[in-house]
């Protein structure tokens, strides 16, 4: 298929694609999100020794999960903004940036109200929860710095550079439990050891954490469509806009 | 019901957190509409000219 992908990497050309991402990914989000929940909390049987306080893990871990990807994601959009100096780029990181905070601090709050009852705490200063807080804080810094620069392009250059220096925490978070003897279990689910819980409860996990990408990608797509209208009018190209919404395509989701 | 609520006795830990991660996400859709929204309005009304009029049509 000859399809000139560089066309997509323009605001103008990628503003209708993120409307219908947007749209779809939302729907898909929701689907999923209804088929997770009712697995978690119905299907999945009551957890032997941690009885029903254990279904924090069907939020906790998808959104713990979420909170690292998309501070990866970020990090490579923002390697490929200051690499190829592209504006698009640098709007996706801007984009995902308050979804990650939100997440990281959706994994410090379950993994709080899941301490209490199975480890007699709601915090502790243990490596992973540590290095989570740091994360959180990375996102807030770099949203932080963001709004501090007046000039979107330098805040681009600057949110950009603070968050591949932060990237570093991601895999300190991933293995701290390898690394340190903390008081947070081991990984729940491995690629290389079969599951030791109940396929039921693995196949929640996974369905939630697909509908927790899909809430991501959505919503973030719906951000960007905000952030390029924000930064680029006046640019002679949202006439073309406006010629596309004329003709339905890239009409915001209802 | 109330059996399902009460989730074993754990239902404020539960609760509190489902409840948590449906508010967070509710209100982040909300206001990232409410922005694209608010986007898209001060477009049209810096662009007086007559893209505006088939905009407004459009919609």
């Known amino acids: ?254 | 019901m109330s059996e399902f609520l009460a989730m074993g006795g754990y239902a404020w830990y539960v609760w509190m957190s489902y409840g948590a991660v449906a508010l967070a996400l509710i209100v982040e859709t909300v206001v990232v509409r409410a922005r694209r929204k608010r986007a898209l309005k001060e477009l049209r009304m810096m662009t007086p000219s007559t893209p505006v009029g088939r905009m407004r049509g459009a919609r």
């Not at chain 1, 504006?87 to 995902?96: C, D, E, G, H």
Request: proline content about 4%.
């Open chain 1, 1 to 254: 298929m000859l399809i000139n992908w560089y066309r997509f990497s323009s605001p103008v050309s990628f503003y209708p694609l993120a409307s219908i991402g947007a749209h779809v990914f939302g729907i898909f989000a929701a689907l999923l999100a209804g088929a997770g929940l009712f697995v978690a909390l119905y299907v999945a049987p009551t957890d032997a020794t941690q009885g029903d306080a254990y279904r924090i893990i069907y939020v906790h871990v998808p959104a713990a999960w979420m909170a690292m990807f998309i501070y990866l994601v970020m990090a490579g959009w923002s390697a490929a903004a200051l690499g190829f100096n592209a504006r698009l780029s640098a709007m996706m990181a801007q984009a995902l940036a308050p979804t990650g905070a939100i997440m990281a601090a959706l994994a410090l709050w379950t993994g709080a109200f899941w301490g209490r009852p199975t480890w007699g705490t709601y915090w502790a200063w243990d490596a992973r929860m540590t290095s989570t807080l740091i994360l959180l804080f990375l996102y807030l810094g770099v949203l932080a710095l963001r709004n501090a620069i007046e000039d979107p392009r330098r805040a681009d250059r600057a949110c950009a550079l603070l968050t591949l220096v932060g990237a570093v925490n991601v895999p300190i978070i991933y293995f701290s439990v390898q690394w340190w003897n903390t008081l947070h279990q081991g990984s729940s689910i491995s690629f290389t050891v079969a599951p030791k819980m109940a396929a039921t409860m693995v196949a929640g996990i996974l369905i939630m954490t697909a509908a927790a990408w899909c809430y991501t990608i959505a919503v973030a797509l719906a951000r960007v469509q905000a952030i390029i209208v924000e930064r680029e009018r006046g640019a002679t190209w949202l006439e073309s806009l406006i010629d596309l919404r004329q003709r339905g395509i890239g009409r915001s989701p209802a």
